[in-house]
C-alpha cells in the first residue's frame, strides 16, 4: 500500500523538479526522489552552496554573508529560509497523501476512522473562508453561562447589551473552563510538568507569571475587540473606555507580579487536599475538578506550588478590589487573544501544518508510515554520529577546564552517558489510532467548532496522565509527548531535559539539511552541527540542573555557578556582541567547536570534493548555508547573520583555513571556548 501511495505521487514530484531552472536549495529537497539526483547528491550539493555564496565578501569580516549573499527566494520558500521551504515541501506532499489515504480508508482500517477526522478537520479549514479566518465566528461556539455563570448570554453582548452582569462571579471557574481550550498565564500559570525529584512522575504545577505583558499596548486590546466585532456592539467610545479598564488593570497586575518574580525559584509538592488547607482562600477542589471534568480524589492529585503560597491569598485580596466587570473583560480579552495566536491562514499548506499541529500524533505516525523511506539507514548514521559527539564531550570533561571535583565530574559524565537519540515524536508503543482519537466529534464544515474540539482534546491528552488516580503507575516512556499550547509545527530538532533526549523530528532529516547517502563531510558540518548544538543544550545553565535521571539536582546548580563555568560564558558577549538568548550563543559555539574536533582529524585525508574549496573550507560553508534565507525578526535566537559571525570567530581554526589576520585591541579575549580548554 505505501508503494502503491508513493507511486502516485512520483509524477507530481518529477514535474516539480523539472520546473526548477538553476540550482537551489528547492532542487535538493526534490533530489531526494530522484535516483539519479541521488547518486550525485554530492555534486549537488555543492553547486547549490557555490550558487548561494557571494565570493566578493570578505570572510573573515562577514562569513554569513559571504556564505548565503546570493541566496534568493523560490517559490517553496514563500518568504523565510531553506527550513520554510522544507516545511511548505513537507505541506504539499502530505496533502497528496492524505487525500489517497482518504479514498483508501477500506484498505486501511487499522487507521481509517483516524484519518477520516484528519482530512474532515483539513477541509473544513481549507474551506472556511478566503485567507483570513471571521474571528467573531468563534464567539458563536460558546455559551457565556458556561463561562461566567446563568446570567450571561453571547447575545447579550453582540445586541449591544453592555451593562451585562459581571458583578458577583467567581473569577477562579471562567479561568478553569477557558484554560481548557488553551488559556494560560492570567493570574497564574498552569502546566503539567514531570516532578523534580522524580521524572517518572507527572505532576500539575502552579507558577506565579513572570510579569510579561498581555497586551502590548491598548491599542493591541482594541485591535482585538474589533477582530472580534465588538465594535459592532459598542459606540467607539464605550469600547475605548472599556480597553482603557482593561489595559488599566494590566498595569496594576504587573506592579503585583513585580513583588513575588523571586518566589518561582522555590517550589514545594503538595497533595490537592494539601494545598486545600494551606491555601483556603480560593476554591482549588472546584478549579482542578472543571479541568478534570469530574470530581478528584485531593489525596491522590499531586501538584508542584510555588513555597510562598502567600501570593494567592493576596491575588485574592488584591483583585477583590477591582472592578468585578474589568476582571471578567480583562479575562476575557486574554482569551480572544489566545484564539487569535492560534488561529491558522486560511490557504492549504497552512490548514495542513495547523492540522498537524492539532494531530501530531497522527499525522506523524502516518509521514512516518507512509512517506519516511530511510529510517533505518538514517538511524545508523545519526547513532554513529552521537557516539562521535558524546566520545568528544566526554574528553572535553577529561581536561576539567572548570577544575570541578571527582563528584561533579562523575555528575557531567553519568548525564552525557545517559543522553538518547529519538527519531521523530512517537511513542514507542503506537495506540490504536482510532480508538485514542474517538472522542473526537468533528463537524463537515464548521472548523471554528472543530478547532476548540482539538483544542480541548489536546489539553485532555496533555492532562490525563497528570489528572489520574495513580500517575506514578502509568508507563511513561510508552506516552506521547504532548507540546503544551503551542501554535506551530515544531520541524527543527530539539533537546527534552526530563528525557535526556536529543530528539530530531522525521521532516528535518531529508535534503537539503541531510540524506544518508550524502559524504560525511556534509552529514556532520549540517546536521552533525545541529546535534552538537542540542546535546551542549544539556550543558548549559539551565541543562545543567537535570541530572541523568531527568531530575532535578542541586549539583547541576552548583556547576552552573562555577565562577570559571560563569568567566566562559560572559566571554561570549565580550567586545560589544550582546545575545538574545546566552543558551543558545552557547550551543552555537560549543557545538560548532564539538562537531570540529570530531571531524576534523579526518578531514584532510579524504578526497578533495570541489575544485574551488578545501574541505576544510567546505566543511564552514555547509554549516553557513543551514542559515542562508532572509533574515526575518528573531523569537528566541539572535538574527541568523548574527549568529553565523559570532559562532565562527570563536573557532581558531576558522581563521586559519581562511587567512583571517588577527585583530586583537588591548582587553579583548579573542576566541572564546566554553567546556574546551
Given at each position: 500500500?505505501k508503494?502503491r501511495?508513493?507511486?502516485?505521487?512520483?509524477?507530481?514530484?518529477?514535474?516539480?523538479?523539472a520546473?526548477?531552472?538553476?540550482?537551489?536549495?528547492v532542487?535538493l529537497?526534490?533530489?531526494?526522489k530522484?535516483?539519479a539526483?541521488?547518486?550525485?547528491?554530492?555534486?549537488?550539493?555543492i553547486?547549490?552552496?557555490?550558487?548561494?555564496?557571494y565570493?566578493?565578501?570578505?570572510p573573515?569580516?562577514?562569513?554569513?554573508?559571504?556564505?548565503?549573499?546570493?541566496?534568493?527566494?523560490?517559490?517553496?520558500?514563500?518568504?523565510?529560509?531553506?527550513?520554510?521551504?522544507?516545511?511548505?515541501?513537507y505541506?504539499?506532499?502530505?496533502?497528496?497523501l492524505?487525500?489517497?489515504?482518504e479514498?483508501s480508508?477500506?484498505e486501511?482500517?487499522?487507521?481509517?476512522?483516524?484519518?477520516?477526522?484528519?482530512?474532515?478537520?483539513?477541509?473544513?479549514c481549507?474551506?472556511?473562508?478566503?485567507?483570513f479566518?471571521?474571528?467573531?465566528k468563534?464567539?458563536?461556539?460558546f455559551?457565556?453561562?458556561?463561562?461566567?455563570?446563568?446570567?450571561?448570554?453571547?447575545?447579550?453582548?453582540?445586541?449591544?447589551?453592555?451593562?451585562?452582569?459581571?458583578?458577583?462571579?467567581?473569577?477562579?471557574?471562567?479561568?478553569?473552563?477557558?484554560r481548557?481550550?488553551?488559556?494560560?498565564?492570567?493570574?497564574?500559570?498552569?502546566?503539567?510538568?514531570?516532578?523534580?525529584?522524580?521524572?517518572?512522575?507527572?505532576?500539575?504545577?502552579?507558577?506565579?507569571?513572570?510579569?510579561?505583558k498581555?497586551?502590548?499596548?491598548?491599542?493591541?486590546?482594541?485591535?482585538?475587540?474589533?477582530?472580534?466585532?465588538?465594535?459592532?456592539a459598542?459606540?467607539?467610545?464605550?469600547?475605548?473606555?472599556?480597553t482603557d479598564?482593561?489595559?488599566?488593570?494590566?498595569?496594576?497586575?504587573?506592579?503585583?507580579?513585580?513583588?513575588?518574580?523571586?518566589?518561582?525559584?522555590?517550589m514545594?509538592?503538595?497533595?490537592?487536599?494539601q494545598?486545600?488547607?494551606?491555601?483556603?482562600?480560593?476554591?482549588?477542589?472546584?478549579?482542578f475538578?472543571?479541568l478534570?471534568g469530574?470530581?478528584?480524589?485531593?489525596?491522590?492529585?499531586?501538584?508542584?506550588?510555588?513555597?510562598?503560597l502567600?501570593?494567592?491569598?493576596?491575588?485574592?485580596?488584591?483583585?477583590?478590589?477591582?472592578?468585578?466587570?474589568?476582571?471578567?473583560?480583562?479575562?476575557?480579552?486574554?482569551?480572544?487573544?489566545?484564539?487569535?495566536?492560534?488561529?491558522?491562514?486560511?490557504?492549504?499548506?497552512?490548514?495542513?501544518?495547523?492540522?498537524?499541529?492539532?494531530?501530531?500524533?497522527?499525522?506523524n505516525?502516518?509521514?512516518?508510515?507512509?512517506?519516511?523511506?530511510?529510517?533505518?539507514?538514517d538511524?545508523?548514521?545519526?547513532?554513529?554520529?552521537?557516539?562521535?559527539?558524546?566520545q568528544?564531550?566526554?574528553?572535553?570533561?577529561?581536561?576539567n577546564k572548570?577544575?570541578l571535583?571527582?563528584?561533579?565530574?562523575?555528575?557531567?559524565?553519568e548525564?552525557?552517558?545517559a543522553?538518547?537519540?529519538?527519531?521523530?515524536?512517537?511513542?514507542?508503543?503506537?495506540?490504536?489510532?482510532?480508538?485514542?482519537?474517538?472522542?473526537l466529534?468533528?463537524?463537515?464544515?464548521?472548523?471554528?467548532?472543530?478547532?476548540?474540539q482539538?483544542l480541548?482534546?489536546?489539553?485532555?491528552?496533555?492532562?490525563?496522565?497528570?489528572?489520574?488516580?495513580?500517575?506514578s503507575?502509568?508507563?511513561?516512556?510508552h506516552?506521547?509527548?504532548?507540546?503544551?499550547?503551542?501554535?506551530?509545527?515544531?520541524?527543527?530538532?530539539?533537546?527534552?531535559h526530563?528525557r535526556?533526549?536529543l530528539?530530531?523530528?522525521?521532516?528535518f532529516?531529508?535534503?537539503?539539511?541531510?540524506?544518508?547517502r550524502?559524504?560525511p563531510?556534509?552529514?556532520?558540518?549540517?546536521l552533525?552541527?545541529?546535534?552538537?548544538?542540542?546535546?551542549?543544550?544539556?550543558?548549559?545553565?539551565?541543562?545543567?540542573?537535570?541530572?541523568?535521571?531527568?531530575?532535578?539536582?542541586?549539583?547541576?546548580?552548583?556547576?552552573?555557578?562555577?565562577?570559571l563555568f560563569?568567566?566562559?560564558?560572559?566571554?561570549?558577549?565580550?567586545?560589544?556582541?550582546?545575545?538574545?538568548?546566552?543558551?543558545?550563543?552557547?550551543?552555537?559555539?560549543n557545538?560548532?567547536?564539538?562537531?570540529w574536533?570530531?571531524?576534523?582529524?579526518?578531514?584532510?585525508?579524504?578526497?578533495?570534493?570541489?575544485?574551488?574549496?578545501?574541505?576544510?573550507?567546505?566543511?564552514?560553508?555547509?554549516?553557513?548555508?543551514?542559515?542562508?534565507?532572509s533574515?526575518?525578526?528573531?523569537?528566541?535566537?539572535d538574527?541568523?547573520?548574527?549568529r553565523?559571525?559570532?559562532t565562527?570567530?570563536?573557532?581558531?581554526?576558522?581563521?586559519?583555513?581562511?587567512?583571517?589576520?588577527?585583530?586583537?585591541?588591548e582587553?579583548?579575549?579573542?576566541?572564546?571556548?566554553?567546556?574546551?580548554?
Amino acid at each position: 500500500m505505501k508503494y502503491r501511495i508513493l507511486n502516485q505521487l512520483t509524477f507530481f514530484i518529477y514535474v516539480l523538479f523539472a520546473t526548477t531552472g538553476h540550482a537551489d536549495r528547492v532542487s535538493l529537497i526534490k533530489c531526494g526522489k530522484l535516483p539519479a539526483c541521488v547518486e550525485n547528491i554530492n555534486v549537488e550539493t555543492i553547486q547549490v552552496m557555490e550558487e548561494h555564496m557571494y565570493n566578493n565578501t570578505d570572510p573573515c569580516g562577514d562569513f554569513w554573508d559571504h556564505a548565503c549573499g546570493s541566496w534568493r527566494e523560490s517559490p517553496y520558500y514563500d518568504h523565510v529560509d531553506t527550513i520554510g521551504a522544507m516545511t511548505n515541501y513537507y505541506a504539499d506532499r502530505l496533502i497528496d497523501l492524505l487525500e489517497t489515504l482518504e479514498k483508501s480508508h477500506g484498505e486501511l482500517r487499522d487507521i481509517s476512522g483516524m484519518t477520516r477526522k484528519i482530512w474532515q478537520y483539513y477541509e473544513s479549514c481549507r474551506t472556511s473562508g478566503e485567507y483570513f479566518l471571521k474571528m467573531s465566528k468563534y464567539l458563536k461556539e460558546f455559551k457565556m453561562k458556561d463561562i461566567f455563570g446563568n446570567n450571561f448570554k453571547w447575545g447579550d453582548l453582540i445586541d449591544g447589551v453592555s451593562d451585562g452582569g459581571w458583578h458577583n462571579f467567581d473569577w477562579l471557574q471562567p479561568l478553569a473552563y477557558l484554560r481548557q481550550f488553551g488559556l494560560n498565564g492570567v493570574f497564574f500559570k498552569e502546566s503539567v510538568n514531570l516532578a523534580a525529584n522524580d521524572s517518572s512522575v507527572p505532576v500539575v504545577e502552579l507558577k506565579i507569571p513572570n510579569g510579561e505583558k498581555q497586551f502590548r499596548n491598548k491599542y493591541e486590546i482594541y485591535e482585538i475587540f474589533e477582530e472580534f466585532e465588538f465594535n459592532r456592539a459598542f459606540a467607539p467610545n464605550e469600547l475605548w473606555k472599556l480597553t482603557d479598564s482593561v489595559y488599566g488593570l494590566q498595569r496594576e497586575l504587573l506592579a503585583f507580579y513585580k513583588i513575588y518574580e523571586n518566589t518561582n525559584n522555590e517550589m514545594s509538592s503538595l497533595t490537592l487536599q494539601q494545598l486545600n488547607r494551606a491555601e483556603p482562600s480560593l476554591n482549588w477542589q472546584l478549579y482542578f475538578d472543571r479541568l478534570a471534568g469530574k470530581p478528584l480524589d485531593p489525596k491522590t492529585l499531586i501538584l508542584e506550588v510555588p513555597s510562598n503560597l502567600e501570593y494567592f491569598q493576596d491575588l485574592r485580596n488584591f483583585l477583590k478590589q477591582k472592578d468585578s466587570s474589568t476582571i471578567a473583560w480583562y479575562i476575557l480579552v486574554s482569551f480572544l487573544k489566545h484564539l487569535f495566536s492560534v488561529k491558522p491562514l486560511i490557504s492549504p499548506r497552512h490548514c495542513l501544518l495547523h492540522t498537524n499541529v492539532m494531530f501530531p500524533l497522527g499525522v506523524n505516525y502516518i509521514y512516518d508510515r507512509f512517506l519516511y523511506e530511510n529510517r533505518q539507514q538514517d538511524e545508523r548514521v545519526l547513532q554513529e554520529i552521537l557516539a562521535q559527539l558524546k566520545q568528544q564531550f566526554s574528553l572535553y570533561l577529561q581536561e576539567n577546564k572548570f577544575q570541578l571535583s571527582p563528584t561533579e565530574l562523575r555528575y557531567l559524565e553519568e548525564k552525557l552517558n545517559a543522553v538518547s537519540l529519538k527519531i521523530g515524536n512517537l511513542p514507542q508503543h503506537i495506540p490504536d489510532l482510532n480508538d485514542y482519537h474517538s472522542g473526537l466529534q468533528l463537524s463537515r464544515d464548521n472548523f471554528y467548532y472543530n478547532h476548540l474540539q482539538l483544542l480541548k482534546f489536546r489539553f485532555y491528552q496533555q492532562h490525563k496522565a497528570a489528572l489520574q488516580e495513580n500517575p506514578s503507575h502509568i508507563p511513561l516512556p510508552h506516552l506521547y509527548y504532548v507540546n503544551d499550547d503551542i501554535a506551530a509545527l515544531r520541524n527543527a530538532p530539539y533537546f527534552n531535559h526530563p528525557r535526556n533526549e536529543l530528539v530530531i523530528p522525521m521532516v528535518f532529516l531529508q535534503l537539503p539539511f541531510y540524506h544518508h547517502r550524502q559524504h560525511p563531510l556534509l552529514q556532520h558540518s549540517i546536521l552533525g552541527w545541529i546535534m552538537a548544538h542540542e546535546l551542549s543544550h544539556a550543558f548549559d545553565p539551565r541543562g545543567l540542573k537535570y541530572d541523568h535521571h531527568g531530575n532535578s539536582n542541586p549539583m547541576g546548580q552548583q556547576i552552573a555557578q562555577n565562577p570559571l563555568f560563569i568567566d566562559s560564558l560572559e566571554c561570549l558577549t565580550d567586545n560589544n556582541s550582546p545575545t538574545v538568548s546566552l543558551n543558545e550563543r552557547l550551543a552555537d559555539v560549543n557545538g560548532l567547536q564539538l562537531i570540529w574536533d570530531v571531524y576534523s582529524p579526518k578531514i584532510d585525508k579524504e578526497k578533495k570534493l570541489s575544485s574551488t574549496f578545501t574541505n576544510p573550507q567546505l566543511f564552514f560553508l555547509n554549516f553557513a548555508q543551514f542559515f542562508c534565507g532572509s533574515l526575518p525578526p528573531s523569537h528566541a535566537h539572535d538574527l541568523d547573520n548574527v549568529r553565523v559571525r559570532e559562532t565562527v570567530q570563536h573557532i581558531a581554526d576558522f581563521k586559519r583555513i581562511f587567512k583571517c589576520k588577527t585583530k586583537r585591541d588591548e582587553g579583548e579575549r579573542g576566541e572564546c571556548r566554553i567546556w574546551k580548554r
